[in-house]
């Protein structure tokens, strides 16, 4: 262990990706070798690794080869085909696609949260999606305090949660703005600059989106409430970095204002931000950048007497993904 | 009658004044004589009224004399002060300020849900809130088929709702992104442009907003229930016009997707805008200019047996505010 392990990232080119490789390094993650890989249009390319230089591989039948952990942020498609490779030449996978998060056999892990479930893995762990972990994180707590009996999540999602496409899409819809031009939606279904369009992955027959029912099965799973009544509405939003979700949660016990206070401030991850009289309240802006996920605007409900309301922020590539992930893997080395 | 009536527009430089004008036009409201009345700093400006210039006059104790009906929107303060001067003057006030709407002895009108209101007021009609307007638009059509018991609304305002301050904040912030140049918030309390702001108006001692506040008060008050369980979180979003809001509702008989679908296609001034499968659903862009509140993303709900969820959009400036108010005054001269 002292000599470090040889970590593996797959989709080192995306959003998460190069967070990922920030984050390792940030947290002194210990990696004896890097290996970095991509699709096939990004081999030749190189990345950054705590200041040198790293090759991108393509992934591949033999390229696991050595691998003692694994990162995979490439989509669900990739992680399907490689993921098991990878498991059998001899890695973990910390995977933050939606290939397995379902998956019976497959612990879905939030380490604050459930770190009991990385026992008993199989070689894949799965990450939750980014809006599921910003949402849950809150919710473990409150569950504690006073146990859930129903939620309702409203999101408002940034474009990076889209990868680096988004991104890249309101930023030139803005600069086309600003010059005077017209606006054409590339990548998003519509325009997101100066818009919020209430449509996250594809629609199912019920009107919901993945989206939305992603985060009532996860939270589900995670929290280990199999029938928890969860009612989700996922928007995207013209912010860059970070997920903000307003949850309106009803308790078998009441949770006053002030112990919901005291749950959310004593939760590791969990930044209590809710001074209202002085104007602070958890924001993308304030967010951005940050490992903790930032909960305020903490209300009893003017309409059920067990009823809470909060809005929680979180770094979705952070927190909500490659954080959460290397967290995940540090459980499994400590 | 036929020739008109002497109409004052007070506040009539701002963003709601300057809509009441178009809107005045658009509906060949019988304007005989329009008085157009702002601040001192606008006196001696003039406005376009049905391609004449009218000058600006200050508001004052003598303004009103010969005006039939006055709109005001000027904000709180001015109505207080200057609509009973109006009344005494022989006008009938429509106020879209908060000065008056929860007297009650002044009517709270949207005129598609509770016209029968306007009948007995004293010579002031408000007009609600613009978040209050888009949100009671498709619970009316709702309460009607199924009774509502509780509604959990959650908001995505638009910087006009603030008035032309608040546009003019989200243009400048966003070239000076443009320019690469840093961000300096003047008239929101935090950076809007790529954020999300969940603070509009001040905060009250329980927590909540007196944005949030109206909400719920207004909305009993138009419907009619007093007691109707709400429960409000109102944000604001860097979106230039119309405001969206995500409702979650329940009611006392279960109302199905196409129940909800026909009762709002069928109520007047909403329009169905919800076809998934076809990326179609309400959205600021598609709203922005529109008369009527949009309404989508119909969902039954997955958590309770007779709850719904919708996303409606209207334009705050329009159907939010100046054609309300309008469409108050026709009901009077009808």
Redesign the interface.
Known sequence: MASGLVVAVVGVTGAVGQTTLKILEERKFPVRELRAFASARSVGKTVTFKGDAVRVEQVGPEAFKGVEIAFFSAGSSQSKEYAPQAVRAGAVVVDKSNAFRMDPEVPLVVPEVNPHAVRGHRGILACPNCTTIVTVMPLKPLHEAGRLR???A?S?QAVSGAGVNGVEE?RSQ??A??RGEAITPRFF???IA??????VDK?AD???TGEELKL?NEVRKILELPGL?????T?R????TAH?V?V?AETEVKVS?ARAREAFAGFPGLKLWDE??E?R?????VVEGQDDCYV?????????SN?L?F?VVGDQLRKGAALNGIQIAELLIR
């Open positions: 129903r939620v309702v409203t408002y309101l803005t600069l703005w600003a279904p519509h325009q100066f818009n919020v369009v209430p449509h629609f019920n009107g919901y009532v009544p969860i009612s989700p509405t928007v939003v013209p912010v860059f903000s307003a309106n204002r209202p009289g104007n309240y958890p924001m993308p802006v305020g605007r903490i209300r009893e409900d003017l309409s059920l009823g309301n809005w």
